[in-house]
C-alpha cells in the first residue's frame, strides 16, 4: 500500500507487467502483387479484352492495385477509359481496343516471320522506306502493313519499333496495340531489344572483330547523306568477321547505338563500305543492292515476357552474291 500511494504522491502511476508468455502482436501480411504476376496466370483474349485469372490472394483487391508492372501512363489512360473491370476470380483489360490505320493501304508482299495477338515480326523488303516522308507518300512499308491488317480483319494502328534504310532488308517489329507499343517501346530506350546484322563489305578489315566509337553527325554538301563528325552524336558499332573471300568478307555487326545510316558509315569510315552501297563509296559489281540484312532480333514477349528469337532469311540477291564470293574463294 505504501508503494502505491507513494505513486500517486509523484504524479505516476505504475504500469502493469505483461506476463512472461504473453504472445507478440499478430501483423497481418499483405499480399502486394508482384510485377507481372499475370504471366504466371491464365490469360485469354475476349474480342477487344484480355481476361486474366487471379490467383486466390489477390481475388479481393481494387483493380487498380492489380496493375503493378504494367506502365503507369498506359494503366492511367486505361482507367480513364474505362477499360479495366474486375468480375468475381477474374480481371479484365481492354488490350486489344478498335483502331484504324492511318496510312493508306497498298499491297506489297512481305514475309511474316512471328505474328500473335501483340506483335507482328516481318522481313523487309528492298526498295521500300519504312514510313512516308510526305503525306502524299503511299509506297511505303507501312502502307503494305495497313492492307495486310485490313485484309487479315485486323483493327490495328502500324506501330513501328525500329527503322530501316530504304534499301537495308530484314527484321521489323510492329506492335499491335498500345499495351505492346509502350512496354516495347521502354524496352528498345533501355536497350534491352537486341538486333544484329550481316553485311558484305568491300576489302577485309584488318582486324576479325572490333569496336567502332566513333561520332555521326550530318553531311552539309549532302542532306541525306552521314558523316564522322566530332560535332556528331555518339554512335558505337562492334563487328565480327564471319567470313572471308577473294577481296570482300562477311562482317555480322551489332549496334549499342542507333545512329542513321550507322552501319553504314562506320564500315567505309574504316575503309571497308559496304557492297552495292553507292552513297558510301560501295560498288555494285558484286551485288545490286546494297548488302546488309538485319538478321535477327532477341527480345522479350511484351506480354507472356518470355523470350523471343526471330531470324530473317537473308533476300535472294545477297545470298546469290555470297555464294559467288564463295566460289571464286576455292
Known sequence: MRSQRQGRRHGRTTPPRAPAHAAPPVVRKTHA???????????????????????????????HALLTGMPSSFVRRLIHARGIEKKGSLLRCKLFAHEQATEQQQFHPFQVLYEDDFLLIINKPAGLD?????????DTLANAVAAYYA?????????????????????????????????LDEAMRNRHIRRSYVCITEGIPERPSGT??????????????????????????????????????????SLETGRTHQIRV????????????G????????????????ERVELLHPWTRAKLVVT?????????????LRRQSH
Open 33 to 63: 502483387p508482384s510485377a507481372f504476376w499475370w504471366t504466371k496466370q491464365k490469360s485469354k483474349r475476349n474480342g477487344e479484352w484480355m481476361d486474366i485469372s487471379l490467383p486466390e490472394h489477390l481475388a479481393h483487391e481494387r483493380p
Open 130 to 138: 519504312v514510313h512516308p516522308n510526305t503525306k502524299e507518300q503511299t
Open 151 to 183: 485484309y487479315a480483319h485486323q483493327h490495328c494502328r502500324v506501330r513501328h519499333m525500329h527503322r530501316l534504310d530504304k534499301y537495308t532488308t530484314g527484321v521489323i517489329v510492329y506492335a499491335k496495340n498500345e499495351w505492346a507499343h509502350v512496354v
Open 212 to 253: 567502332i566509337d566513333a561520332p555521326i553527325g550530318s553531311d552539309r554538301h549532302h542532306p541525306t547523306r552521314r558523316r564522322v563528325s566530332n560535332t556528331g552524336e555518339r554512335a558505337v558499332t562492334r563487328y565480327a568477321i564471319a567470313e572471308t573471300y577473294v577481296r570482300h568478307a562477311l562482317v555480322r555487326v
Open 266 to 277: 562506320h564500315m567505309a569510315h574504316i575503309g571497308h563500305p559496304i557492297a552495292g552501297d
Open 279 to 294: 552513297m558510301y563509296g560501295g560498288h555494285r559489281d558484286v551485288v545490286p543492292e546494297q548488302a546488309l540484312h538485319a
Open 312 to 324: 530473317a532469311p537473308l533476300p535472294d540477291a545477297f545470298a546469290i552474291a555470297r555464294a559467288q
